[in-house]
Structure formats: C-alpha cells, structure tokens
C-alpha cells in the first residue's frame, strides 16, 4: 500500500489536527502551497516541494525556504488559469503520487473550497485517490460505488451529491434514509446529513460521478 502525499495548503490549519497526520509514518512527501508554507515555517517541519504565487505568503518566509534549503521551489505568475493547489495537485500525479490529502483546502473562503472540490476530478481522471480533509469533513469524489464501514467511518454523517450530471439508479443501503433506484440529480438537499443504521452502508450508481462528504460535528 502507497504511503501519502499530504498538500498543505492556505486555508483552515488546526494544530491538533494537521500535526499527527504531517508527523505521522504513513505521510511520505509534503507539499507546501502559499500560505500553507507558514503552518510548516511555524512548525519546523521541512516539505519535501513547494508551489505557489507566494501572493498570500510573508516574503521572509518564501525568502528563507528559497535561502536557507534545499527544498525544490515552483513560482507561478499570480495570474493563471489554476488555483495553487490545483497546481500542487497536479504536480502530485506528475510525481506518480497516487494517495494525496489536501489540507487547508477549507476555510473562510466559500470559492475556494468549491474550487479544491471541483480539482479533485483531475485526480479522479488519473487514477489517483485525494480527498480534502479538516477536522470535521472528508471530502472525496466518486466514479463508482462504495462500502462505508461504521467502524472505520471519518464521522457519523454523510451526505452525498452528483459532481456534474444527474446520477441514475442511484442506491443507498444500510443507512437511516436508504434510496433505491433514484435519480440523483445536481440540485437539491435530499441526500444530505444521512446516518448509518447498519453497520456497513452501501452506495452504488451506474454512471456519473459524486462527490461523498463524510462529515462530524
């Protein structure tokens, strides 16, 4: 099993909750997006390559990664066609990483979670596995159907949306709103907030793409 690539990024960095996953042995390569550099400055922890316009990152600290290491730098003009952690994601699936976590990918900032979500699909497209991860959400997306274990779950809430187009015969078993043969269309709260009743949750569909938001209060 592939160990992870962890992008931190600009946006919401809790202590308690970025620190065990950068520290921990199943995190092999860190990638530090803009802001994000200032949590890993903040905290000694040397990433492993660093994107960026650098137009939310202090210039001591873009300064001392580009002086003091040895850290591989990839600047980009502040007008461009992609977000940076796009960029970051993208140069993840050049270094053939195939697990990837996005930190800071959330936040104040409404626009750029939705952008980071829409980003996942061109690690969905290439056969990699990201996911944007806070302390109360796991986001990934989906082209084909999934068990949920209770035992293994991110947190006891889950809610599930169509990424583009509506989803046919979309079903969900084991769960308290369970769904059989629905058309999961791209406008609506139906499938928001459901709970496991079971101990495992089965959601299948025949064609599409979702995004699945596991979720804890």
Wanted: proline share 5%; aromatic share 10%.
């Amino acid at each position: 099993m592939s160990k992870r690539t962890v992008i931190v990024s600009g946006g919401l960095l809790e202590e308690e909750f970025v620190l065990p996953i950068l520290q921990s042995e199943d995190t092999e390569f860190i990638i530090g997006v803009d802001r994000g550099l200032v949590f890993l400055h903040d905290h000694d922890i040397k990433p492993d390559y660093i994107v960026g316009d650098f137009d939310s990152a202090p210039d001591d600290v873009v300064t001392y990664y580009r002086e003091e290491t040895n850290v591989p730098i990839r600047e980009f003009n502040p007008v461009k066609d992609a977000s940076d952690t796009e960029i970051a994601l993208r140069l993840c699936l050049d270094l053939h990483r195939h697990e990837i976590w996005i930190l800071g990918g959330t936040g104040k900032r409404a626009d750029h979670l939705w952008a980071n979500v829409q980003s996942l699909k061109v690690a969905l497209d290439a056969g990699a596995e990201a996911r944007i991860v806070d302390s109360h959400n796991q986001i990934r997306l989906l082209s084909h159907g999934i068990t949920l274990k209770r035992e293994e779950a991110f947190g006891p809430f889950f809610s599930v949306f169509p990424l583009e187009f509506p989803v046919d015969d979309f079903n969900i078993t084991g769960a308290k709103y369970p769904l059989k043969n629905h058309v999961l269309k791209p406008y609506g709260s139906l499938c928001v907030s459901n709970e496991y009743a079971e101990d495992t949750v089965e959601i299948t569909f025949s064609f599409g793409v979702v995004i699945l938001m596991e979720t804890r209060d």
